[in-house]
């Protein structure tokens, strides 16, 4: 079944500290995955995508990962700062029907 | 460019109520698509449209019919509201269904069911 686990499914931590999010995935065949970033009330946007062949990619404070033998992939936060408080949803698209499976987030609090 | 727009923002109904979300993108794209979002839940397809006249069902399509008469416009009908259908509502649109293609999303339509 095409599954995206993503763990932990809520994090605290203190600003300026990093954090790694975690995307277990099953999706096959494999196409891509993003990594979005929801803020509350507000509409999912794309922080990151990730190929086959890629093993990691930056943007700004935000690294993905993926290792797509283990079919896992990571996002870590750089420095965290308050605005990074938001959920953070992985996404995978199937090859060939070009489906899309969303994990159902990790939430992730940024105190001062 | 405004991007995604969703209008309303909060909408309260009661069961059996009809009415229409409305969605509309400035950005020229072909693909568009609705999705809800629930709380433990990741978001689920409810319908979605390859372009003008083009629509399909995605996972969760019952209870709710769209149309595609123009590139920039793409309503979402709820026939007559039910409890089940309290959920947070996202359009979203996309250059296309290419792989590489990102979802731009609007800011959503709370949706209180009575």
């Known amino acids: 079944k095409n599954q995206v686990e993503q763990s932990p499914q809520s994090l605290i931590i203190l600003e300026g500290k990093n954090c790694t999010l975690q995307c277990n995935y099953t999706v096959s065949p494999f196409s891509n995955l993003r990594w979005y970033k929801q803020d509350t009330g507000r509409g999912p946007v794309s922080l990151t995508i990730?190929?086959?062949?890629?093993n990691t990619k930056s943007n700004g404070r935000y690294t993905a990962t993926l290792d797509a033998d283990t079919k896992q992939s990571s996002l870590h936060i750089t420095a965290s700062q308050l605005s990074d408080s938001a959920s953070y949803i992985c996404v995978v698209r199937k090859n060939r029907d070009d489906k899309i499976i969303f994990g159902k987030g990790t939430r992730l609090h940024i105190l001062p | 460019n405004a991007g995604v727009t969703q209008t309303p923002k909060f909408q309260v109904l009661k069961t059996g109520q009809s009415m229409t979300l409305q969605c509309a993108q400035d950005?020229?794209?072909?693909?568009m698509s609705w999705y809800r979002q629930d709380p433990g839940m990741g978001l689920r397809l409810i319908h979605y449209?390859?372009?003008?006249?083009?629509?399909d069902q995605g996972e969760v399509p019952n209870g709710y019919n769209v149309s595609r008469s123009t590139t920039e416009d793409f309503p979402l009908r709820l026939l007559s509201a039910a409890p089940s259908q309290t959920s947070v509502y996202f359009c979203?649109?996309?250059?296309?269904?290419?792989?590489?293609?990102?979802?731009?999303f609007g800011p959503g339509t709370r949706l209180t069911v009575l």
């Open positions: 950005m020229n794209h072909e693909y």
């Open positions: 979203a649109s996309s250059p296309g269904t290419t792989y590489y293609n990102e979802q731009f």
């Open positions: 449209s390859v372009g003008a006249g083009i629509t």
């Open positions: 990730m190929t086959f062949s890629e």
